[in-house]
């Protein structure tokens, strides 16, 4: 039996044996947090962190967590956003000159956030030491032309949403945005969160289990639209490059963040009590409401899925029922880690892993804890 560590208050009991649970059917490492007005009501670990070494899950035990790494993204957009930088309805090239070429000058700051720029991959080969040029990279997306008319739909930017965000931050910060979510989000909050790793923390990194991924992570079961062969086609990169020290130092805002649940749910807090706590201002409220205006609704013709993007989330839907409450906003990561904000009931909810699922369809391990969360917050 998989040894469960941390701690739950009691109506929260059901997260706790739905967690033991998941180790049961399979999970490998995993961590499990959730937030209420602020506090932390959920912290649990266990499991390996590498089942070859032997290494346990310990409570600062960090893991990849894939696409989950795009709320901190989007929040740094936010900020820049509620701090008067830039605003959501203007053209990218306002701010990022070289952005206007073929055409896209009508692609706003809010296409980008809601996926729906139409520049979710490249059109022509790259290598892989070209995806870790930044420059580079940004110079090829600020040169191609859009693969439709920008707003009218969305298609999963699954990587290019991370250069696209963070040039136009840097453009207008100064700073990576990497470094800009340490320096603003991550040292203020005692966040253990992290986009671009210090080799510093390589040791607390648990070890990606990919053996059952043998895909690029935007192929899903459904019939994929043609995007998706064009966008697997130039410059996809497998699961198992996360495990190494390349990708850990480098800077890949949509993918490469590394954090456990309850670094991404205490961010997440912030959002879910209205932009701040009585120590510290992440947002404003109104910035916060920004994040459920719908932009595009529905099916995201990279995922093949139904999904309702708003300024960042994904919104809650009938499709996608994450919350019984109607403020509240997700996304997770490729292999199954899960953030879900419910602004309703002030809980910010998260859970990472280290054992990749093939298919989020069939991967009931986040949901399963999420579920037995909204039963503990119903029951106090």
């Avoid at 995993?30 to 506090?39: E, T």
């Amino acid at each position: 039996m998989t040894e469960i560590n941390g701690t739950f208050e009691p109506s929260f009991a059901p997260v706790a044996e739905a967690f033991e649970k998941n180790f049961e059917e399979g999970d490998l490492g995993a961590c499990c947090a959730v937030f209420v007005d602020g506090k932390i009501v959920v912290d649990l670990w266990g499991g390996v962190a590498a089942s070859e070494k032997g290494t346990l899950w310990e409570r600062d035990t960090i893991v990849n967590v894939w696409s989950t790494t795009k709320t901190m993204a989007a929040i740094c957009i936010l900020m820049l956003f509620d701090r008067g930088l830039i605003e959501l309805d203007s053209p990218v090239c306002k701010y990022w000159k070289n952005f206007a070429q073929n055409g896209k000058e009508g692609v706003l700051v809010s296409h980008l956030l809601s996926h729906s720029a139409g520049l979710p991959g490249f059109d022509a080969p790259i290598t892989e030491d070209q995806l870790f040029d930044w420059d580079y990279t940004c110079n090829r997306l600020a040169g191609q032309s859009t693969w439709w008319e920008p707003g009218s739909m969305s298609g999963y930017h699954a990587m290019t949403q991370g250069w696209l965000l963070g040039e136009l931050l840097r453009q207008v910060d100064g700073r990576t945005l990497g470094t800009f979510f340490k320096e603003e989000v991550a040292d203020k909050l005692g966040a253990d969160f992290h986009i671009g790793l210090s080799d510093e923390h390589f040791d607390r990194v648990a070890y990606l289990d990919t053996d059952s991924i043998d895909r690029p992570a935007i192929l899903t079961d459904q019939t994929p639209h043609s995007f998706v062969e064009r966008v697997g086609k130039h410059g996809s990169m497998g699961a198992k490059i996360a495990n190494t020290d390349r990708w850990r130092k480098s800077e890949f805002p949509a993918a490469n963040g590394h954090g456990n649940a309850r670094s991404v749910a205490l961010v997440h807090s912030l959002i879910a009590q209205n932009g701040s706590s009585d120590s510290f201002k992440l947002l404003s409220s109104d910035v916060v409401d920004t994040i459920f205006e719908i932009q595009t609704d529905g099916t995201d013709h990279i995922l093949g899925v139904p999904v309702r993007h708003g300024m960042g989330f994904g919104l809650r839907s009938d499709l996608m029922p994450i919350s019984p409450n109607e403020k509240a906003c997700f996304w997770g990561g490729w292999g199954g880690s899960l953030a879900v904000i419910d602004v309703d009931t002030n809980m910010s909810f998260a859970y990472v892993m280290n054992r990749m699922a093939p298919s989020l369809q069939h991967d009931m391990r986040a949901g399963r804890l999420l579920m037995a969360t909204h039963a503990g917050i119903s029951s106090k």
